[in-house]
């Protein structure tokens, strides 16, 4: 007899295990699949090209030579010029906005070779595709007076017409409470690119081209 309850009370017990562990396998879900790792068949595509050439007096009035045509708009800027770098990506967003009408965009920068790395840097961080040069003498002296920056003020802008000539400068004056504005130099943009092309294009040299001296 005793043999028999022993014998139920275990069936019973090995049908109340096997029940709950079939309810805790319901309820409890299965541990998600671990993904694979994905195995990289492409190179990351890089970012866009950005170049830095060097520069001197005669390469940047061969330069304005080669852009006949189109109305070119220096900006003159540096890395240790904070108002340089603050207003540097109105100078990178006029070249996507006026560039199809006409207007080529470079910038410049009046620092030594050792900041070649830093130039490069700010200008990928920019994503500055526009023409970047470097004056070859950095920030000497002969920099300014080369390129004409009075006191070697900086920021400064350049904007020449579809002829190569000079017709607007901004520079900053330590003498006026109020410097330009980028509104200003937005204006002066839109006032030379409204300009008849036909009658402000003079013929072009056939054996001209654009200085490209990179830095090492």
Known sequence: MRRTRFRICLGVSILVAISLAGCAAKVAPAPAATPKAKTATAATPAGPEIKLDRIDKVGYEAMVTYYAGKVVLVDFWATWCPKCREDFPHTVALDRKYGPRGLVVVSLAC?????????????????????????????????????????????????????????????????????????????AVEELLAEDKKSAEPEKAADTVAPDESDP
Not at 135 to 149: C, Y
Request: charged share 40%; aromatic share 10%.
């Open 111 to 187: 620092d030594d070779t050792d900041k070649t790395d830093e130039i490069m840097s700010f200008l990928r961080e920019q994503e500055a595709t526009i023409k970047n040069l470097r004056g070859v003498h950095g920030t000497d002296e002969k920099t300014f007076e080369d390129f004409q920056i009075a006191g070697g003020a900086l920021p400064h802008y350049k904007l020449y017409d579809r002829k190569g000539e000079l017709r607007k400068t901004f520079a900053i004056d330590p003498d006026k409470d109020t410097q330009f504005s980028l509104a200003d130099i937005d204006a």
